[in-house]
């Protein structure tokens, strides 16, 4: 197809504009750069870019592109908006097969991102984050130990309820990070009160941030770059986070303008539509993707954060497949792992169900764990029974009656949407006790735990009620 005119037309560096020869070019003046670009290098700690070799000019339709603002964008500075065409100029010259790739990684995913990152009040914006991150890559590990395409170091993961043990890696689920890295950004604008901070501290972390605020007095993140050749070397911000914002600040615009900018486009709302459903301990990982026909690279691009071809074989863990295909994988896993048509029966004795003794111990977890019993099968056949205060009576439904709760109430719900719940109970918080070992529990995800009782950075005190949904 034959391009138009200015799609290609260059500004030649050093040229003079007059008032309104393009619509709001006041940056064309920022294509005679004291620095070049060809190198793509990286910016001093004081803030001053390094010199390069000269770039190739951008075309006009470019320039006019970088001039549309977006959410977070807006009233920088002459400095700022160097910094950020100089990132932009890079992205579309020598790294340009990294938004090529990173664009269609990111396509899978971003429906789901978006709505998370609008739930918790974040700016849209910020799901190409991940993009500077790790090139949106959720298998992505640094040599710092950071994972995921949210890249999740082990300690803010933990902190922000990802899963990490020898059979999981929540940091490289890509939902579960993307809903970590939506409360994190939401923390630290609470903690900073400016969004262009709050990014550069996810990159720095929030000490050395609040340690470069407080040393130049400036609160805006740009001001506290001009400043930073006065700090300490405790106090000074890095290079890598000096360029961090202004290199973000160019993906997003280079992502809301893809096809203008001769990218191919992406269709987020028309990737396939994947479902979070709940698989029995020991699931055979392998023989489920061959099940419900999704090859096993793509199955483990949403599933890997299982660090095994099984499931953990002591409690239940989330899978995640299209939408399409829940009615096999759900055939699948009620057959025992061994795949089929139809559902098995779930392995109880036939009648009309039996009476156990539960001690202070054990939890509905448990039982259902000892039983076969699906929880929200045992807590409707037990209404207003309580565990953990002594010894108790539990009624333990018959073969049919399961399969008929089973029925009525898959085992699955959409990880974009809100968790189908059937029952609610409370936990008293006792020393020693951490968002953690109370989610496993009850087997359910810190980070839905946290979510439930609006605690974001996963504080609780001896004494405090937690609300756990089942």
Not at 155 to 167: A, N
Not at 254 to 265: D, E, K
């Amino acid at each position: 197809m034959k391009k138009e005119s200015n799609d290609i037309a260059c500004i030649p560096l050093g040229h003079s504009w007059r008032a309104g020869s393009l619509p709001c070019l006041r940056l064309v003046l920022l294509a005679c750069f004291s620095f070049v670009l060809a190198g793509c290098g990286s910016v001093g700690t004081g803030g001053s870019p390094a010199m390069w070799d000269a770039p190739k000019p951008l075309s006009a339709k470019e320039l006019t592109i970088f001039e549309e603002t977006g959410q977070l964008d807006k009233n920088l500075s002459s400095d700022a908006r160097r910094a950020v065409l100089y990132e932009y100029s890079c992205y579309l010259r020598q790294k340009r097969s990294t938004i090529a790739v990173s664009s269609q990684r990111a396509n899978k995913f971003l429906t789901h991102t978006r709505r998370t990152f609008r739930e918790q009040g974040v700016p849209e914006e910020l799901v190409y984050l991940a993009i500077v991150e790790s090139g949106y890559n959720t298998r992505a590990r640094s040599s710092a130990g950071a994972a995921g395409a949210w890249q999740f170091i082990p300690s803010t993961g933990r902190r922000f309820g990802l899963t990490q043990d020898k059979w999981m890696d929540e940091r490289l689920d890509p939902y579960r990070s993307a809903e970590a890295a939506a409360r994190y950004l939401k923390k630290l604008y609470n903690q900073f009160g400016d969004w262009n901070v709050a990014i550069a501290a996810y990159n720095s972390g929030e000490g050395k941030m609040m340690r470069a605020r407080k040393g130049t007095g400036e609160k805006e993140f740009f001001a506290i770059v001009e400043r930073n050749n006065s700090l300490g070397s405790k106090e000074q911000l890095k290079a890598e986070t000096i360029n961090y914002v202004p290199r973000f600040l160019a993906v997003s615009k280079i992502m809301r303008n893809l096809g203008p900018l001769g990218f191919r486009p992406i269709q987020p709302e028309s990737a396939p539509k994947m479902m979070c459903i709940t698989a029995k301990p020991g699931t055979d990982l392998k023989g489920l993707a061959r099940a419900t026909r999704v090859p096993w690279d793509e199955f483990t691009l949403h599933n890997a954060a299982h660090k095994k071809t099984i499931t953990c074989t002591s409690r239940l863990t989330n899978v995640y497949v299209p939408d399409s295909r829940v009615p096999v994988a759900l055939a699948y896993m009620n057959g025992g792992g061994r795949g089929g048509d139809s559902p098995a029966p779930t392995m109880l004795a036939s009648g009309k169900g039996r009476i156990i003794t539960a001690g202070r111990s054990d939890t509905w977890v448990s039982i259902s764990r000892k039983t076969g019993v699906p929880v929200r099968v045992l807590l409707s056949a037990n209404k207003g029974v309580k565990l953990g205060k002594g010894t108790v009576s539990v009624r333990i439904p018959a073969m049919q009656q399961v399969g008929d709760a089973a029925k009525a109430r898959p085992s699955t719900r959409s990880f974009a949407m809100a968790d189908n719940v059937s029952s609610k109970t409370t936990h008293t918080v006792r020393a020693g006790d951490s968002m953690w070992s109370i989610a496993q529990r009850y087997n359910v995800s810190p980070n839905d735990l946290m979510r439930w009782n609006k605690r974001d950075d996963g504080a609780i005190h001896p004494g405090d009620t937690l609300i756990v949904q089942m």
